[in-house]
C-alpha cells in the first residue's frame, strides 16, 4: 500500500503547478484526500481536502487560486495551483484516510511522500 505525491517544481510567481497523488494498493475513491504542506521553519498546514463524495475544502490562504479534484478511474487526486506566490513554496504532502475527521484532523492512516514546490519572486 502506497500513496504517491508528484508534480512540484520550480515555477516564477504567477505561474501555475498541478500536483498529482496517486495511490498503489488500495482505491483511492474509498478514501478522503487532502494535501498538506511544510514550508522550512513552519509548522506543516492543511491545504485542501476532498471527500469520498467529492465535496471540496479550502484552507483561506488558497482559496481562488487551488482546486482539488479526483479522477477515481486513474486512482489520482489532483491539486491544480494557480497564481502561485512565493509563500507557497513548501513541501508539498497528500494524506488519506476513509474518515475525514481524521484527515482533518492530520491522522490519516496514509501519508505520501513529500514533492517540493518553490515559487520564485
Known amino acids: 500500500v502506497q500513496l504517491q505525491a508528484f508534480g512540484g517544481g520550480l515555477v516564477q510567481a504567477g505561474g501555475s503547478l498541478r500536483l498529482s497523488c496517486a495511490a498503489c494498493?488500495?482505491?483511492?475513491?474509498?478514501?478522503?484526500i487532502g494535501w498538506f504542506r511544510q514550508a522550512p521553519g513552519k509548522e506543516r498546514e492543511g491545504v485542501s481536502w476532498?471527500?469520498?463524495?467529492?465535496?471540496?475544502y479550502y484552507a483561506d490562504f488558497v482559496k481562488g487560486r487551488f482546486t482539488i479534484s479526483r479522477d477515481n478511474a486513474k486512482n489520482t487526486v489532483y491539486l491544480q495551483m494557480n497564481s502561485l506566490k512565493s509563500e507557497d513554496t513548501a513541501v508539498y504532502y497528500c494524506?488519506?484516510?476513509?474518515?475525514?475527521?481524521?484527515?482533518?484532523?492530520?491522522?490519516?492512516?496514509?501519508w505520501g511522500q513529500g514533492t517540493q514546490v518553490t515559487v520564485s519572486s
Open positions: 494524506a488519506a484516510d476513509k474518515s475525514f475527521l481524521r484527515l482533518r484532523i492530520e491522522n490519516p492512516a496514509y
Open positions: 494498493g488500495f482505491t483511492l475513491a474509498d478514501y478522503a
Open positions: 476532498i471527500s469520498t463524495s467529492g465535496g471540496t
